[in-house]
């Protein structure tokens, strides 16, 4: 039922590999999250934007994390290097930027780096 | 440190009673908190949300309590149905600003 759509839903990945997924929002929502949900069930916060300009991010997506959200195009998080440490579930959400209104999420893609 | 804490790992109810799950946090700033219910193998679902102005919100069987001075919230979930086990997360945000979790409770609900 999620209008929050990522792909691929499961990413494999060799150490040092290149990781790439995508999202688009739902419409109408210029906001876009991204976080990684460990397999302890902790989320973490990696970047969000609104429409094409990065609002807030951590420190780890300024390394090997990078992220996008050009017009007219998916939104997408790529890992340039992958580590074992990085396979989770990295889920996408979208929102208004009205503040009554939670982030909707999409099902996520899980990557495994093997 | 946990800036949201959900008190119970796991819940197990039976059928047709009350579940309730406590969420506390740390921020004074947190001012939304919404609530999500997941899956195996999905993302998380929004099931129900309250801004720390009221100090109650329902929508159906769902049903959170908010109590501002104590920095301590719950949800319950009434009349249980099997279907509802899933982990469901407290979360928390400040001037709508990216979301805080909780580590999830893991409710049950027997036949």
């Known amino acids: 039922n999620s209008k929050v759509i990522q792909t691929p839903r499961y990413l494999v990945k060799g150490q040092g590999q290149k990781a790439k997924m995508r999202c688009i929002p739902e419409?109408?929502?210029?906001?876009v999250f991204w976080y990684q949900q460990n397999k302890n069930n902790e989320f973490k916060f990696l970047i969000n934007f609104q429409n094409q300009e990065v609002l807030q991010q951590i420190d780890m997506t300024e390394k090997r994390f990078s992220a996008e959200c050009p017009s007219n195009s998916p939104c997408s998080l790529e890992i340039q290097s992958s580590e074992a440490g990085d396979s989770a579930l990295y889920l996408c959400a979208s929102s208004r930027r009205d503040r009554n209104q939670a982030p909707l999420f999409g099902e996520g893609t899980r990557l495994s780096v093997l | 440190q946990q800036q949201v804490r959900q008190s119970s790992q796991s819940l197990t109810v039976w059928e047709g009673e009350t579940a309730i799950l406590n969420c506390s946090y740390e921020n004074s700033a947190f001012d939304y908190f919404p609530w999500y219910q997941q899956f195996p193998g999905e993302g998380p679902a929004l099931l129900i949300a309250i801004r720390s102005v009221s100090d109650k919100k329902e929508d159906g069987r769902f049903t959170i309590f908010f109590n501002k001075r104590e920095k301590n919230l719950s949800l319950h979930i009434k009349d249980s149905q099997p279907g509802d086990s899933a982990t469901y997360f407290c979360a928390a945000s400040a001037n709508a600003q990216g979301l805080t979790f909780g580590l999830g409770t893991r409710v049950s609900v027997f036949p």
């Open positions: 419409k109408g929502h210029p906001v």
